[in-house]
């Protein structure tokens, strides 16, 4: 019996990504597969290549051995195989980027059809995405938070800051003279009284930016709850009520006067925006791209600001 070379390459997969589903995803293999080849390498060597642990294959030192062993060997042949074959014309590759919706529909929406390749775009929670890159799911996120998983990386690129915004009818005379006055606890208790908009997907906003301004959690329920940030931009344009959003995703509207910036606070919330990869990936150039792409949308938005 000899081992199967398909195998030495499934090995390395899930010794370089550090999961089996990340490892089918580069090896373009269902996830069993993976399972499939690894176990039958164990069953041929006769050793445990890897600790399987909840999120991660740690190597064992019998697989650490054979890791080095077939590492030149393994390279030499992957470089002969991207030198030889052949690619065909159509041939189009496929990214997969996280990032929440109003990030999509205002930065990358409009550039869809420039893109020379094939494109997903999925939306959901930051530590969700975080997972779904680690696991081969996802090629690129954009998050104002950090994961801790060892096999991806964080480049920070721009800053969103969380405001207070009005929509253009409200009467904002009162409660500008009382933080002006520095009257924090009585410009509170007036924004209480006011009509509030919301999602419920980021009441975060709400509760960090209230938590940090005026020293307690908010104590009142937004009065309309509404799908994203972008319905709360619209509700709030030429008409009345209050909310609190990120500033880059109204940057358009403040600038036309449809809504006004009602406050930054005394010292703005600010989050770091990353983008977020894993370390090694066979699409960086596609990845470079919408990093450029996304780079110079941000740039714009910061001009408007």
């Known amino acids: 019996m000899r081992w199967n070379l398909e195998w030495l390459r499934t090995f390395k997969a899930i010794y370089e990504t550090g999961t089996l589903s990340a490892a089918a995803q580069e090896l373009f293999i269902s996830q069993p597969g993976v399972s499939l080849h690894l176990n039958s390498l164990e069953a041929f060597t006769g050793n445990k290549l890897f600790d399987r642990l909840a999120r991660k294959m740690v190597p064992t030192e019998k697989g650490k051995i054979l890791y080095n062993y077939i590492l030149d060997s393994m390279k030499k042949l992957e470089e002969g195989e991207q030198h030889f074959h052949k690619r065909t014309q159509n041939e189009r590759p496929t990214i997969s980027v996280g990032m929440c919706f109003e990030t999509f529909q205002y930065t990358l929406e409009e550039h869809i059809s420039e893109l020379p390749f094939n494109?997903?775009?999925?939306?959901?929670?930051?530590?969700?995405?975080?997972?779904?890159?680690?696991?081969?799911?996802?090629?690129l996120i954009i998050t104002p938070q950090k994961g801790s998983q060892p096999n991806l990386q964080y480049q920070p690129f721009s800053k969103e800051r969380i405001v207070l915004i009005a929509g253009n009818e409200t009467d904002t005379t009162g409660l500008?003279?009382?933080?002006?006055?520095?009257?924090?606890?009585?410009?509170?208790?007036?924004?209480?009284?006011?009509?509030?908009?919301?999602?419920?997907?980021?009441?975060?906003?709400?509760?960090?930016?209230?938590?940090?301004?005026?020293?307690?959690?908010?104590?009142?329920?937004?009065?309309?709850?509404?799908p994203n940030i972008s319905s709360i931009i619209r509700c709030l344009s030429d008409s009345k009520g209050f909310s609190v959003v990120p500033d880059f995703l109204c940057a358009d509207v403040l600038n036309s006067g449809k809504i006004k910036m009602v406050w930054e606070g005394t010292h703005p919330v600010e989050n770091t925006l990353y983008f977020g990869t894993r370390k090694k990936t066979m699409y960086q150039e596609e990845i470079n791209q919408l990093e450029k792409l996304l780079k110079e949308k941000w740039e714009m938005i910061e001009e408007i600001l």
């Open 119 to 139: 494109l997903i775009i999925k939306f959901g929670e930051y530590p969700q995405m975080q997972h779904d890159l680690d696991s081969g799911m996802l090629d």
């Open 176 to 226: 500008e003279e009382l933080l002006h006055e520095g009257k924090i606890k009585d410009a509170a208790n007036l924004l209480k009284q006011q009509l509030w908009y919301s999602t419920a997907a980021d009441m975060e906003h709400l509760k960090n930016f209230w938590l940090k301004h005026f020293g307690e959690h908010p104590d009142f329920s937004p009065n309309y709850i509404v």
